[in-house]
């Protein structure tokens, strides 16, 4: 934090929430919704409020909602998936919530798609995912977080309590160490305005991080250029304990395509039947896995990346042509019409499909409640690492895991309000000592570096030798970055780049401290799995300060 009392700076905007949400993604305006009636609640969007993770997802919400399903076997697909390192805690917790929440999403009014096959009894349809041993995934058709999205913003719109801040990108937490206090406690944060590049200072007693995941790090990744794990890297920075961060999901069949950017083939596409296949036509995943297409999917990923190599080809082919066209159309028409655009015909014609970063399965440690090591903070969705994924993720468990615990934190928070201390004196942001830059050049440099080493030597597929040449470059780009920093004006792309390349450093960290290979993490020099599994724990320098006593830090298993 630049910010310090006495400094020679510009007076700035100023606004005081009582909770104070960054991001707007299914998790951010779930909690806004449910804190509305209690409190004043502000929310920023690095974009519009569609900039998330959300509004481009397309499979759907993993849930029991068919009598034939059950708990037990959501929860032990889950356990599965999730290579024997998920908190079974976690997972029954948001197992058990799932129904209520899926009830919740369609009082808000999302239109998931009806069983077309009986119409007359009214229910909804249900699809089946890789992992998932039942139908359980409920969607809207095959644009289930447009649909969410949509509808939690409309809704969100109508409520006086909560002010949406959109364009705004923070910068960083500010937190009782920070302003020489005593105690660790979070009092809101320093926010840039990416229209009128002013810093602004939001005053909050509570702070809320829902700012996805940080897949951006990666060259080839299905997630919009927001995914830049802002949440992450300030919660590191502001003393919060992070871990297995070396669980990357690499979604196994995004569109290949030089104008098909980070577009997502829906997993839906092999639950409903689709081949995966060699340029020759010939199917291989069940020389993988008994499931076949149905494998989880860090199989299905390493697959596909080793019949690439092998092959020596640029991508392989998902074929859903063999189903009648209507069928295709009916239950994937944003693939269907993305593709047809393309000049692919999706009822005639496999797609090209490659591996690309997806989901981040670790983050910042909280408890079932959303609560962070740092008072007043929480941290939700994607940004956090509750112990449900594990060493993977399971498909369609994400959005569940949004609106689950941004229910559980909002009711933690309402709880805790009255008993809120008082907001303190804030500087505000210190420019006095910074100029504008005039070598972007170096942002967009650093960038595409960062973005390629990490996909060459921290992929799909890892060694000590690969993990070891990225340390180097990441370190190298830390201390750069650090200066630019440090001597001009932030700008949305410094931030990013800023947290992106702390992030990463967590990645390798956790990547290089895991001796073994699981789920996600596959490393040539250590190939097999430990009978005892354990989450990789990275703690800050700054951990150590005195928690709030009002507040116990996150459980850290």
Not at 49 to 61: I, K, R
Not at 116 to 140: K, M
Not at 227 to 242: K, L, N
Not at 426 to 435: A, G, L, R
Request: charged residues 20%; hydrophobic residues 40%.
């Amino acid at each position: 934090m630049r910010a310090a009392a006495g400094a020679r700076v510009t007076p700035m905007t100023r606004f005081k929430h009582d909770i104070l949400i960054i991001g707007s993604g299914a998790a951010g305006l779930t909690a806004a919704l449910h804190l509305a009636p209690f409190c004043k609640v502000g929310v920023l969007s690095k974009g519009s409020l569609t900039a998330a993770n959300t509004y481009y997802a397309q499979g759907g919400v993993a849930a029991v909602l068919d009598e034939g399903d059950s708990v037990a076997a959501h929860i032990q697909d889950t356990l599965v998936a999730g290579g024997g390192l998920c908190r079974e805690q976690a997972v029954r917790f948001t197992v058990e919530n799932g129904p209520d929440a899926i009830r919740w999403l369609i009082q808000q009014g999302v239109g998931f798609t009806r069983d077309s096959q009986d119409p007359a009894r009214g229910e909804y349809h249900l699809t089946r995912e890789g992992g998932h041993s039942h139908r359980r995934v409920i969607h809207a058709a095959d644009a289930t977080g447009l649909a969410i999205s949509s509808t939690l913003i409309d809704k969100v719109r109508q409520q006086a309590s909560v002010s949406l801040f959109e364009s705004r990108v923070a910068i960083d937490l500010i937190t009782s160490q920070k302003l020489g206090l005593r105690g660790k406690r979070v009092f809101g944060a320093y926010v840039l305005n990416n229209e009128s590049n002013e810093v602004e200072v939001h005053e909050a007693r509570f702070v809320l991080l829902a700012t996805g995941g940080a897949s951006k790090a990666y060259l080839y990744t299905s997630n919009p250029d927001v995914a830049t794990g802002d949440g992450i890297a300030m919660a590191w920075r502001a003393g919060c304990r992070v871990g297995n961060l070396e669980f990357n999901q690499f979604h196994p069949t995004c569109l290949y395509h030089p104008e098909a950017r980070s577009f997502l083939i829906t997993e839906a596409i092999r639950g409903e039947g689709g081949q995966l296949k060699l340029p020759a036509g010939e199917r291989f995943m069940h020389r993988f896995h008994p499931l076949g297409e149905l494998a989880p999917r860090d199989i299905v990923a390493r697959a596909i990346d080793h019949e690439m190599k092998r092959l020596g080809v640029d991508c392989l082919y998902l074929d859903i042509s063999h189903k009648p066209a209507d069928f295709i159309r009916e239950h994937f028409p944003t693939v269907y019409e993305r593709c047809l655009a393309l000049g692919i015909d999706i009822t005639r014609q496999p797609i090209p499909v490659v591996p690309a970063a997806h989901y981040t399965c670790g983050g910042v440690l909280t408890d079932l409640n959303g609560r962070t090591d740092l008072g007043g903070l929480y941290a939700i969705g994607e940004t956090a690492f509750t112990g449900l994924h594990g060493a993977n993720r399971m498909a369609s468990n994400s959005l569940l895991e949004c609106v689950v615990f941004a229910i559980a934190a909002s009711r933690d928070i309402h709880g805790l309000l009255p008993t809120a201390p008082p907001l303190p004196d804030i500087p505000p942001w210190d420019e006095s000592q910074v100029t504008d830059s005039d070598e972007a050049v170096v942002i967009s440099h650093n960038w595409d570096e960062l973005r390629r080493f990490m996909w060459d030597y921290v992929g799909i597929v890892r060694s000590n030798k690969r993990l070891q040449r990225a340390t180097h470059r990441v370190n190298l780009l830390k201390q750069e970055i650090l200066e630019y920093y440090s001597n001009f004006r932030v700008s949305n792309d410094l931030i990013e780049l800023r947290n992106l390349v702390q992030v990463a450093e967590l990645i390798i960290r956790c990547a290089l401290a895991r001796r073994e290979s699981r789920g996600l993490h596959h490393t040539l020099d250590y190939p097999d799995t430990l009978p005892d599994p354990s989450d990789t724990i990275l703690v800050p320098g700054n951990y150590g300060a005195d928690a709030w006593s009002e507040q116990e830090p996150a459980d850290a298993g």
